[in-house]
């Protein structure tokens, strides 16, 4: 998708030594400048207006950010110059909450997240209206995707005794970021042939993530 980023906690680690196994986890030497992310060919996909509504929807929460901080302007001691320096600080074009509330929207907009649920019904309908017809061999494995995240998140969360992950002050949850960097890993190691780069570095790097990196593939907040 558009605003594409993996998750450094995967791809950080994809810089795995040779072939050797096991791997150690904690030492994952360096692969060069070897790009990682052409290993599995992702799929052309037609998402329309959404991205830039998504866009859109990311200035407008900065807009509100930049509300925020200049009217707590205003009951400031002025000579307190740390409280000044936040006061001026505007926020950035494309700030860290970006990275979770965009593919909340990018999900929202394209009917897979309902009222902050994953509907998979509607995430296969997607899929297989807005897939490239040449990439369409990735779809089913992207749905499987879909569902081991899913159901591993929602078993983490069964762990721990919540129903939902707490939201940034801004509204977004981190459920659809978590998604969907899990998805794109779990698309990589198990990416069709048919898209797949079978080269040493590929290989090694999934055989890496394979043991290293295991689903949910990301960090889980704990509420």
Known sequence: MAFAYILTVLFACLLAQSHAAPFNCTEPPNLGQ?????????PEMDLGETPAKCVAYIKT???????????????????????NNNRNAAPAEF??????????????????????????????????????????????????????????????????????????????SPLASMM??????????HCPAKMWKNEEQCNVAKSFAAQCNPLPHVPLPIG
């Open 34 to 42: 070897f790009n990682i992310h052409s290993c599995c060919r992702m």
């Open 61 to 83: 929460l900065n807009a509100q950010a930049r509300g925020m901080m200049n009217g707590m302007g205003g009951g400031m001691n002025k000579n307190n110059t740390n409280n």
């Open 95 to 172: 700030p860290a909450y970006a990275h979770i509330c965009y593919p909340e929207c990018i999900y929202r907009e394209t009917g897979s997240l309902v009222e902050n649920e994953f509907n998979m019904e509607n995430v296969k309908k997607f899929l297989n209206k807005s897939v490239n017809k040449r990439d369409k061999d990735i779809v089913p494995q992207i749905v499987r995707s879909f569902e081991s995240c899913l159901d591993n998140i929602k078993g983490h969360m069964a762990a721990v005794g919540i129903k939902t992950y707490a939201k940034l002050p801004m509204g977004c």
């Open 180 to 189: 969907y960097s899990c998805v794109n890993a779990e698309t990589f190691l």
